[in-house]
Structure formats: structure tokens, C-alpha cells
């Protein structure tokens, strides 16, 4: 009895059941990317943040990016002059005057103030019958003129004042049937004339002219 209790004392303890082996680590399934807009505009991500998207060469030394989007289509001349010349017509048919006030028979003005008759002008007052001009003050009858004012039948003028038949003239004081003159006053014809003589002549041509400044 006691030679078996001690064969049953001496059988070693059962081994420990040994761990299942470890998977290998599955790697992460491959997603394709979401597709991306071909609009290269910079859209706000975060605060003090911009995305860009679209295809493009970014320098990350210098913190430009070149946008590779390809060039658009160039219009052939024939399709040009027809969509140019459809803004045109559909231009002349407008007769809003935007942000205007007071303005009677006008069209095409914008922000002018108590004119009359008048077309395509812009920032004018108490003008009558002008076209195509800006900033203009008190004038009657005149095409192309800008920052002016009291002006009367004059074209293509600039930065003047009391002027009547002139032509291209720039920086001028009362000039009567002048062209080109730049910073000239009390002439006309191209010609000087004393203050005196110069309303003297200009009140006779104006009657002879049959000339109204209103």
C-alpha cells in the first residue's frame, strides 16, 4: 500500500494547456478614395483653415499651389462677335435706370439725380439729353463727358467746366468751339481772348447759333 501511495505521489502534474497560437493582424481593407471635385475653389475646412481639391501641383516650401485644371476651350471669332453682339441688343433694350432719382425720359442711367432725356449716363444731376457720361453737372446736350459741368454740346471732354461746341478738350474754363485744348480758358476757336471780349463775342454767337442751355 504504501509502494503504491507513493508511485501515485510521484506522477507529475498534468501540463498546462499551452496557449492557441496568435493570428496574424488582418490588415485594414483598402477604400477607395471619395471622388473629388474638379473645382479647384478654396472651401473653408475650420477656423483659419482652407481646403483645396481639384488637381494641382502644391509646393509645400514655398505655400503655393498651381492649378493644372486644363485651359478652357478658346470661342472661334464667329461665336464671339454673336454672343458680343447679343449683350449689345439685349443691352439697348433695357430702360431701368438703377439707383436713380427724379430721372424722366432716361434710360440706362444709373445713380443720376433729376435728368432729363438722358442715356447710359452715370452720377449725373440736373443734366438733360446727355449720353454716355459720368459725374456730370448742369449740362445740356453732351455725349462722352466726364467730371463736368454747365457744359453744352460738347464731346469727349474731361474735367471742365462752362463749355459749349468743344471737342476732346481736357481741364478747360469757359471755351467756346474749341478741340483739344487741355488747361486753357476764355478762348475761342482755339483762340484767347480777354475775359470781357470772350463773353461779349460768345453772347453774340449764341444768339446767332440759336444755342439754349436749357
Do not use: W
Not at 434710360?107 to 440736373?126: I, K, P, Y
Request: with cysteine; charged share 25%.
Amino acid at each position: 500500500m504504501a509502494g503504491r501511495r507513493q508511485d501515485r505521489d510521484a506522477t507529475p502534474p498534468p501540463r498546462a494547456a499551452s496557449p492557441p497560437p496568435a493570428r496574424p493582424a488582418s490588415r485594414p481593407v483598402a477604400r477607395p478614395f471619395p471622388p473629388r471635385s474638379l473645382d479647384a475653389r478654396a472651401a473653408p475646412a475650420a477656423h483659419g483653415v482652407h481646403e483645396i481639391r481639384g488637381p494641382m501641383f502644391i509646393d509645400t516650401e514655398r505655400g503655393t499651389f498651381e492649378d493644372l485644371r486644363p485651359a478652357p476651350a478658346a470661342l472661334s471669332r464667329r461665336d464671339f462677335e454673336a454672343e458680343l453682339d447679343r449683350l449689345v441688343r439685349a443691352h439697348a433694350r433695357q430702360e431701368e435706370n438703377p439707383g436713380s432719382i427724379s430721372c424722366k425720359g432716361c434710360r440706362r442711367c444709373s445713380s443720376c439725380m433729376f435728368c432729363n432725356g438722358c442715356e447710359d449716363c452715370t452720377r449725373c444731376t440736373h443734366s438733360t439729353r446727355c449720353r454716355g457720361s459720368s459725374n456730370l453737372t448742369h449740362c445740356v446736350d453732351c455725349a462722352g463727358l466726364h467730371d463736368c459741368a454747365y457744359c453744352v454740346q460738347s464731346e469727349g471732354c474731361a474735367h471742365s467746366n462752362y463749355l459749349v461746341l468743344c471737342r476732346s478738350c481736357a481741364e478747360c474754363t469757359y471755351c467756346f468751339g474749341c478741340v483739344g485744348l487741355v488747361k486753357a480758358d476764355f478762348h475761342i476757336l482755339n483762340v484767347r481772348y480777354t475775359r470781357s471780349e470772350y463773353f461779349r463775342i460768345v453772347k453774340a454767337l449764341e444768339e446767332e447759333l440759336g444755342i439754349s442751355r436749357q
